[in-house]
């Protein structure tokens, strides 16, 4: 249970007051060297992050052994208290459905904390409950049991028909929560770990019967909150919130191999859906509403953001900001294809910068991957009121492709201070097909014929009279 504040610790934190009211006088008269030592600790940070191994690197570093948890309920338990041993080899599961039981009993009082500790949790996949915070400490680490068997089937999700991967029942998530309100997984970075390596292997080999589960998936839910913790290694998409209000992701690491570790989106909605075909728009939810900013980003396979392919719902009022994405495939992309039904609009991008991207700007429209052949060949989405905006970068082959269709028009996208440089010599490097819209002031490289020009005061210089030119390069 929690313990009542030390005087030892209430001293302490006098004196933490007392040093921030020093603090302001202090950088007043000594702000070079204030700038010269922050400059020196970040780097520090940076290079031994880089250098720590594995199959990414985190801007988030560790501090000190022993730190303690924080009380963030009015009650709190650690897994140890229900027989949990963290040594990487017994089986934790009944320790942490035992936790989360006794956990479920103080909703009405404000809820409970399940502190993880440091070490290693190995379990097979359990369930959340409301009013709850799972909280990691630093280098505790809860594994996925990698025997399939210990994942339970769930039914399909209801806005994708059939399946994902296969027809009927699909794994569940390692960490998972239906109709639950109130819910905050954090920590001092610690990590939940889903061993995805042998579900990716008998993926490829077509050993499975039944479409592989998430690490974390919350459905159904609102008010969730995941901030400062490691997700590695799922055996699918990593953090799945599934038709859920309120979600809130910050200071979030998300590691998977660059190649060979198939389909470990980090974040769905960051690869932002809505359903698959008629199922989706028989669901009829969409995704909307949505922030995404201050990202770091690599994909050598996908894309840094995408929206799409399974929208069928529709999704409006994104908004992606402050966003590098490095050494990747693509950067941002938009996906779609007849079929589809739904729309994706007022879309804005701001204050992106790719570093060696193949190409940087995707939409397409002709993602045809279909759930049967049951659907509807003339449910054509929409795909309008798209801006991008501070868009910059070195070594990018393509800046841009747009592939709109006959049926598929893209309609109203701006182009503003946009410079990209690039890689690709040849002529097509910003690429268009059935799209209207505008350029703003002076970008690079030069824009496509079909989009309208204006001045930086907004003012039009030159109306396009080809927006169903097509100048796509399918060769690069």
Wanted: aromatic fraction near 10%; hydrophobic fraction near 40%.
């Amino acid at each position: 249970m929690v313990e009542t504040l030390p005087v030892g610790r209430f001293q302490l934190q006098q004196q933490r007051l007392e040093l921030k009211r020093w603090i302001p006088a202090f950088l007043s008269s000594h702000k070079t060297l204030f700038v010269l030592l922050w400059i020196a600790a970040f780097g520090s940070v940076f290079f031994w992050q880089w250098n720590i191994g594995g199959s990414g690197f985190s801007i988030f570093a560790k501090v000190g052994p022993g730190r303690p948890m924080p009380k963030m309920r009015p009650f709190a338990f650690n897994l140890t208290d229900f027989g949990g041993v963290g040594d990487g080899v017994a089986d934790e599961t009944a320790a942490f459905e035992r936790a989360i039981l006794a956990i479920s009993k103080f909703g009405k009082r404000g809820g409970a904390q399940l502190n993880v500790p440091p070490g290693k949790w190995l379990t097979a996949p359990f369930n959340l409950t409301s009013h709850m915070t799972l909280f990691l400490a630093e280098d505790a680490e809860i594994l996925g049991i990698q025997e399939e068997k210990r994942w339970a089937l769930m039914p399909p999700l209801p806005s994708y028909g059939y399946g994902r991967e296969h027809n009927g029942s699909r794994y569940g998530s390692l960490i998972h929560g239906q109709n639950l309100r109130d819910v905050v997984i954090t920590g001092h970075n610690g990590t939940i770990n889903g061993q995805g390596q042998s579900w990716w292997k008998k993926y490829r080999q077509k050993l499975l019967n039944h479409s592989r589960g998430p690490l974390v998936q919350i459905m159904w839910s609102s008010d969730i909150v995941i901030s400062d913790i490691t997700l590695r290694d799922s055996p699918f998409w990593t953090f799945h919130p599934y038709d859920c209000k309120n979600v809130t992701v910050r200071n979030v690491t998300i590691l998977a191999p660059i190649f060979e570790a198939p389909n470990t989106d980090g974040i769905d909605p960051v690869a932002i859906k809505s359903g698959w075909d008629q199922y989706g728009i028989a669901y009829g939810r969409p995704s909307r509403n949505i922030l995404i900013r201050n990202l770091i980003i690599r994909s050598m396979v996908s894309a840094g953001i995408s929206i799409g392919s399974e929208m069928s719902g529709g999704v409006s009022n994104v908004t992606v900001e402050n966003f590098l994405v490095w050494s990747s495939r693509r950067a941002v992309r938009i996906k779609t294809a007849a079929g589809r039904g739904g729309y994706v609009r007022d879309i804005t991008y701001r204050n992106l910068t790719f570093d060696n991207a193949r190409v940087g700007i995707v939409i397409k429209t002709d993602y045809n991957e279909h759930p049967d052949d049951d659907f509807d060949r003339k449910a054509l989405p929409i795909i309008r009121d798209i801006s991008f905006t501070e868009i910059h970068g070195h070594g990018v082959r393509v800046p841009v492709r747009i592939h709109g269709s006959k049926d598929i028009p893209i309609r109203n996208v701006t182009f503003r201070d946009i410079s990209i440089g690039i890689t690709y010599k040849k002529k097509h490097i910003f690429q268009c097909a059935f799209v209207e819209g505008r350029v703003i002031g002076t970008i690079f490289p030069a824009p496509c014929e079909n989009l309208d020009r204006y001045d930086e005061e907004e003012r039009l210089v030159k109306l396009s009279a080809a927006q169903n030119v097509t100048d796509i390069d399918y060769d690069i």
